[in-house]
């Protein structure tokens, strides 16, 4: 999450988390008026409509034939661990991966992209790093679930992903020496900082990181 809150709308909005008139109105109450407003959008590149990021026929519908998508709760350390696992209607046991969200929350975009990775012929988890904020769903503006993300800690979210490798290694219908972990913006952050931790993760993919992994001081190097 950007310290600079005209920063983090904007950034949100790239992300498609609202369009670019709602950003306008929201950037209203830091720059104190539309013209303003509409200037920081110019300034920022982006006073036309964006392209559409994701092509058509990307998204996976939830009533999709060839997967097995619901809501889960696991055990936490912190408490109940809310996540969305997906099945898809292949042979089991099949490798796992772990969908780490951006600082929104475990919303229906990256949702969408769980059943995406389960389509692929994956087991696939979406963690939702707000559960002990009371989850994703008790904040419906994306602004109220990027509050909530920047009240989570590192140690407490790397708990969270731990506790769902740990479950996604003892089911029957998954692979456990073949878990992956995949995660976006922020979710890149703690998909790093998994890698680092977790000894049973075999495979990680970093879309994208705002942190260094191995600082100077570091020894927790894996080879």
Known sequence: MYDD????LIHLHQDGAFNRRELIERLVKYTGSVAAATATVEQA?????????????????????????????????????????VLPKVTLPRPAVLVIHENRGLNEHIKDVTRRVARAGFVALGVDLLSRQGGTD???????????????TVEGRRQDMVSCIL??????????????AVGFCAGGSNCLDLAINSPDLTAAAV???ITDPFPPSSTRYRT
């Open 167 to 180: 479950t996604l290694k003892d089911q029957s219908y998954v692979q456990g020496d073949r878990l992956g």
């Open 138 to 152: 008790s904040f419906p503006d994306p602004v109220a679930a990027g509050a909530a993300y920047n009240r989570t």
């Open 45 to 85: 590149g982006l006073l036309q409509a964006q392209t559409q990021a994701r092509p058509a026929g990307v998204s996976v519908p939830e009533d999709a034939p060839d997967i097995n998508p619901g809501s889960v709760t696991l055990h936490g350390e912190g408490g109940p661990l809310y996540c969305y696992l």
């Open 207 to 209: 879309y994208y990181s």
């Open 5 to 8: 809150p005209i920063e983090s």
